[in-house]
């Protein structure tokens, strides 16, 4: 089994990287194979609603110049996926958001059914709200929520703080037993008996 996780900070060994990397360590424990991405520095795209993506029905989106086609890639053979996040105004980074947007919009067949956790760092406040924004783009898409012994929240301004953090430290590996723990009951049957799903039946308020 294999965890795919995303750094949403520009800052490749900050805050975030240390939550994401203590759940990482955490499923290792466990056995199951991690990988951390980092969403880098680059420029990532918006969404443009093109709808080239489900004209091609490849789970790409068009355009193939930034990291969104490489994390669906990576998607097709995770069993389960954990974002995280600086709060940036009560937000997420807009770049993660771009990316979720669009891997999600285009290849969301990749992620139906996995286990999904976010995490969100900040110095004081506003991180309710990003974990909220996080997190609902999970349940659009079928994918099991996994809780912990509190919100995925982890406290730290300067690099390095986060680990001062023991209860969001705490947080994270309890994330990641929990995690475990479902991973390893969806695949204690080598076949999955996972919910078999209406057809969608989209609902226009203006008709």
Not at 39 to 55: E, F, L, N, T, W
Not at 106 to 115: F, H, I, M, W
Not at 160 to 176: I, S, V, W, Y
Request: overall charge positive.
């Amino acid at each position: 089994m294999k965890v795919l996780l995303i750094n949403g900070s520009p800052h490749k060994a900050g805050n975030t990287f240390l939550a994401l990397n203590e759940a990482a360590q955490t499923l290792n424990k466990h056995g199951i194979e991690t990988e951390i991405i980092q969403i880098g520095v680059k420029p990532v795209r918006s969404c443009i609603a093109c709808g080239q993506c489900k004209v091609r029905q490849d789970n790409r989106c068009v355009f193939d110049d930034d990291l969104c086609n490489r994390v669906a890639e990576k998607l097709g053979t995770a069993d389960a996926l954990i974002i995280g996040s600086p709060v940036y105004y009560g937000q997420p980074n807009g770049a993660l958001l771009s990316l979720i947007q669009r891997l999600f919009f285009s290849a969301g067949a990749l992620v139906q059914n996995k286990p999904a956790a976010a995490v969100c760092v900040c110095r004081r406040g506003g991180a309710t709200a990003a974990f909220q924004s996080l997190n609902m783009p999970f349940q659009m898409m079928n994918m099991p929520v996994v809780t912990s012994q509190y919100w995925n929240i982890v406290y730290g301004r300067e690099q390095g703080q986060a680990a001062l953090d023991t209860e969001g430290m705490q947080t994270m590996r309890t994330m990641a037993d929990n995690m475990a723990w479902l991973l390893r009951c969806i695949h204690a049957n080598s076949s999955p008996d996972y919910p078999e799903r209406e057809q969608w039946q989209p609902m226009h308020f203006i008709r």
